[in-house]
């Protein structure tokens, strides 16, 4: 048989051949690009001559920020050739046309991004489908405070070290506050306006020495008392079940007590063991999870923590002592205890602010 192999593809196509596999990628970072400007045509008949050149300036700065954080999503460009994501790439192109703040066609950007990695959920869908219609509609401060109570609501350290956890709280604070938070109500009312937020009068919000000592339950629970019966009995279960004694750490709070190093009794199940292998020329660390004997010995470990009120009082307090010593999550916490109202962010304003927040920290983990 003659090794002969025809293959035919539609315009913007690429075909890699290698043997006999053939691997199609309909649409590439050119052709992207051509259907970006196919539906930017659309607009013409829209601006008069002058506002048609602004609009087109915006739009082509737009496109330069949407175009690199597609490519660098695998498959992402291929959403171009999706009726549905081409109708709301027309109303991101209006909106970048209408808006005069180059932030925004960033923010533009990972809406459009978001709506690919998440577009089978019609609920998020609808959300950022309005989202893209108000960015230009949005105040600074507006924005800004949304996406911190975004953040608090959401975002929480993966660390179990109660001082490296509060780092990197403040290290992400330290992006997300880019500018002079909102006070008053006027902002909450504007997000009402915009359908990014639900205001109850009759209600207020936790306040942060409540929220996250409750998200972060395993940084403020007592632990286990040096020394005592429920130490050594968490010994024994740690050496019967080939776990390490490392696992119980100096509790950072509380220098009378040993803690696991975990965030919150949930975090078990994630637990892994890194073992040292010496096999190569140069040493690696080996990253084992846990069997199911193991994770269940590390739950007995935990219903060995002492209970006791007025010690976890203690310890919630000098967690705030430890919160204010850094700055950002100080002035966090000063303008999010003076907020009175209650708040419910909705859909649209949940994929506004994440999209924000992803805009100020590419690694932030996307919306669930």
């Given at each position: 048989m003659a090794d002969k192999q025809i293959q035919k593809a539609?315009?913007?196509?690429?075909?890699?051949?290698?043997?006999?596999?053939i691997v199609n990628v309909g649409v590439d970072e050119k052709r992207a690009r051509e259907i970006f400007q196919e539906m930017n045509s659309q607009l013409r008949k829209e601006y008069s001559h002058?506002?048609?050149e602004i609009a087109v300036s915006r739009i082509s700065d737009f496109e330069n920020r949407l175009m690199p954080k597609m490519e660098a999503v695998d498959g992402a460009l291929e959403a171009f050739a999706d009726p549905s994501f081409q109708l709301l790439l027309v109303e991101a192109q209006k909106t970048a046309a209408a808006t005069e703040r180059p932030v925004d066609y960033d923010l533009i950007a990972e809406l459009l991004l978001?709506?690919?990695?998440r577009g089978a959920n019609r609920v998020i869908r609808a959300g950022i489908s309005r989202a893209v219609e108000i960015v230009d509609e949005i105040s600074d401060d507006a924005l800004l405070g949304l996406t911190v109570f975004h953040s608090v609501t959401f975002f929480s350290p993966a660390s179990g070290d109660i001082m490296q956890g509060l780092r990197t709280l403040n290290d992400?604070?330290?992006?997300?506050?880019?500018?002079?938070?909102?006070v008053g109500n006027e902002w909450l009312d504007h997000l009402d306006i915009l359908d990014?937020?639900?205001?109850s009068p009759l209600g207020g919000v936790k306040k942060i020495e409540q929220i996250y000592p409750e998200m972060l339950s395993g940084y403020t629970e007592l632990g286990i008392e040096k020394e005592s019966e429920n130490y050594n009995k968490a010994l024994d279960l740690l050496k019967n079940y080939g776990l390490s004694p490392n696992i119980l750490v100096p509790h950072?709070?509380?220098?009378?007590?040993?803690?696991?190093?975990?965030?919150?009794?949930?975090e078990i199940d994630s637990v892994t063991l890194q073992i040292k292998n010496l096999q190569n020329s140069q040493p690696s660390i080996l990253t084992i999870p846990l069997n199911a004997a193991q994770k269940t010995a590390l739950q007995s470990i935990y219903?060995?923590?002492?209970?006791?009120?007025?010690?976890?009082?203690?310890?919630?307090k000098q967690f705030m002592v430890e919160w204010d010593q850094l700055p950002n999550l100080k002035k966090l916490k000063d303008w999010w205890d003076k907020l009175s109202s209650?708040?419910?962010?909705?859909?649209?304003?949940?994929?506004?602010?994440?999209?924000?927040?992803?805009?100020?920290?590419?690694?932030?983990?996307?919306?669930?």
């Open positions: 539609g315009d913007g196509a690429q075909q890699l051949q290698a043997g006999t596999m002058e506002a048609f978001h709506r690919f990695q992400l604070f330290g992006k997300i506050i880019y500018g002079k938070l909102p990014a937020v639900r205001i950072a709070l509380n220098s009378d007590f040993v803690r696991m190093n975990i965030q919150k009794r949930e219903d060995l923590y002492k209970q006791d009120a007025a010690i976890k009082q203690k310890n919630i209650g708040i419910q962010i909705t859909s649209v304003g949940r994929v506004l602010a994440h999209s924000n927040a992803q805009r100020c920290d590419k690694n932030l983990p996307p919306l669930n």
